[in-house]
């Protein structure tokens, strides 16, 4: 691999723990991860492994208890929570499990949600709304409501919501965990489609084997720290890590 | 501004429960409405200013008991003192004594009466004519409205304080003082029954200015201190005020009400919203996951609250401004109807609404929206189901 690619990611030494009553629970402990720009990256690991943990942090609505969180040139585990916030709506897209689309409203609206909070003109926030409903293939669902559409198109919904702003990071956590085969191999398809076309970098959290195999690199984390970490091109490395993630079971 | 779609889409998310509460605001702010009204025109003065100048005098121990008419060119003496008319209470009935047939009835001296209550102006036959007429009577235009009397009718008022019966002939109607009243030569009064003559239930007084108002009242109770009939001299307003007080101390009963009604709809209002809050604790998480910052979600659900309070409160409003004009037709021509004529929709009453409205609003929104901007994005995430 060529040492030239700046890491969009980086994790450095982070230590997340959790004090309930006088017991303290270590959830990453010493952890540290570079992931680069332009790279698709699954995250793997046991239930309670940290996963879900690791991915807030990076994506800068949780903090670490020590260490530091990178992306880009900002520090995120710096930040205010204001600034935090305004960093988040222009960085970062966020792909949830049960989609969290707001169900008063229609898609359109839920995909202009995060365009509110910019400057844009309605005639501007209509275009990019139009442009992210377009890539998700859903421009005759614009006027539905999220209980009239299936999981798969809520859940393409909630990809063209996270897209809308034009970050340069996607995270999702377990995004084809609630969906059917079917649909969630198109949602991975779609997936691809952003790492490659749109030269989004994206971090997935995931059980799914196939979901696993679209990735170019494989990070196995174990009760807070990194046990695997397979990097290579194409689906043959993922499907052979996915094959080492079902056997270590 | 961008986002009042989505806070008016929340208000209504729960259509039934959202109906249920701008109900449960609407309605008692009507009542608090009127409450507010009747209030108003207790502290309101109905002569529009005038009465300012006007006394009343009486005898210092109770309504019931007389005054001698030897006061009379003593009071009129006085500096300050305009004129002094003299009104006597002569109860009676009219048909029957059903609550419904209740006005007010006063046996007064016609030359001076409309020189002390200058605000009233005739509308229907004449001064003149009333005057000239021993037996004439001068009638409230809003008693005509409500008995449909005629000029020139003839209404025969029977005594119950005062024995005997006596028929007068309408001969003037007024508008302006206190409507709901009728009044007649007390001269028919003391013929019909000598044993009145030379005596006052209370005398009025129309001074020339504010500071005759201020001094007089002392003067004058100075001046019969120690004469065996004593008296107690108060200004218009203070002797209405004494009136109502009569009735116990309503305005206090009125203000604790409307307050327990204003806490009881701030309860509902907070019930509403909490649960609505609850309900969205991942939503608001997902909001603050997009880069809503914690001022936006205070400001969304607060927006809701307050919204949801203002349909409530503004229906409220409108029902009462609507229903007002029926309302006071009906006060008027109940027995309290010399005290309706005051009656009017005070802007003061409204702001008052608009004011309860809004603070019931930010007041029952304020704890959902401080908890739901302060819980962590990760906790929110994490309550799912
Ligand atoms: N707010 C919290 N308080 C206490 N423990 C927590 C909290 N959030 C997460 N945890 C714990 O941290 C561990 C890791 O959680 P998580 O990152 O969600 O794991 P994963 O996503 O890999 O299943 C779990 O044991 C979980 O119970
Ligand atoms: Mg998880």
Known sequence: MENAIQPLIQVQSVVKQYTRDTQVLTVLDGLSLSIDAGDFVALMGPSGSGKTTLLNLIAGIDRPTSGRVLVGPDEVSAMSEGALAKWRSRNIGFIFQLYNLVPVLTAYENVELPLLLTNLSKAARRKQVELALSVVNLTDRTDHYPRQLSGGQEQRVAIARAIATDPKLLVADEPTGDLDARSGEEILILLERLNDEFKKTILIVTHDPKAAACAHRLVHLDKGVLKEDVRGAGKTVGIAAAATVSAGK | ?385
Not at chain 2, 196 to 202: D, F, H, L, T
Not at chain 2, 292 to 301: A, D, M, N, Q, S
């Open chain 2, 1 to 385: 501004m961008r986002f009042l779609p989505l806070v008016l889409k929340n208000v209504f998310r729960k259509k039934t429960r959202s109906i249920l509460t701008i109900g449960s605001i609407l309605l008692p702010l009507f009542v608090i409405c009127i409450m507010g009204t009747l209030l108003a025109t207790l502290d309101s003065d109905p002569s529009g200013g005038k009465g300012m100048f006007r006394l009343t005098v009486r005898h210092s121990i109770s309504i019931t008991n007389w005054l001698p008419e030897a006061y009379l060119p003593k009071l009129r003496q006085m500096p300050g003192v305009k004129e002094v008319t003299i009104m006597n209470w002569f109860g009676g009935k009219y048909v029957d004594s059903s609550a419904k047939n209740f006005f007010a009835r006063f046996a007064i001296d016609p030359e001076s009466f409309l020189r002390v209550f200058d605000e009233a102006t005739v509308v229907e036959g004449s001064a003149a004519d009333w005057m000239g007429d021993r037996s004439g009577l001068l009638v409230g235009k809003v008693l005509m409205t409500k008995y449909g009397w005629r000029l020139g009718q003839q209404i025969t008022l029977m005594g119950d304080i005062y024995p005997g019966n006596y028929t007068f002939t309408i001969r003037a109607v007024f508008k302006g003082a206190d409507e709901s009243g009728v009044y007649f030569d007390r001269r028919v009064h003391e013929e019909a029954l000598p044993r009145v003559k030379g005596y006052v239930g209370m005398y009025w007084i129309k001074t020339d200015s504010v500071a005759a108002v201020e001094r007089l009242p002392k003067q004058i109770d100075a001046m019969f201190e120690n004469s065996p009939f004593p008296t107690k001299t108060e200004t218009e307003k203070e002797f209405q005020n004494s009136w109502v007080s009569m009735l116990g101390n309503v305005k206090l009963l009125i203000t604790s009400i409307a307050t327990i009604i204003v806490l009881v709809i701030l309860l509902i209002a907070a019930n509403t919203m909490a649960m609505s809050a609850r309900e969205r604790v991942t939503e608001i998480a997902v909001l603050r996951t997009l880069g809503f910052g914690k001022p936006t979600i205070l400001g969304l659900v607060l927006g809701e609250s307050v919204l949801l309070s203002l349909f409530g409160g503004l229906l409220g409003l409108g029902l009462f401004v609507l229903s007002f004009p029926g309302f006071r037709a009906w006060m008027l021509n109940s027995p309290m109807g010399a005290f309706a004529t005051g009656m009017r929709i005070f802007p003061g009453i409204l702001a008052l609404g608009f004011f309860i409205t809004v603070l019931v609003g930010l007041l029952s929104g304020l704890v959902p929206a401080i908890r739901s901007a302060g819980r962590s994005i990760p906790d929110g995430l994490r309550q799912v189901g």
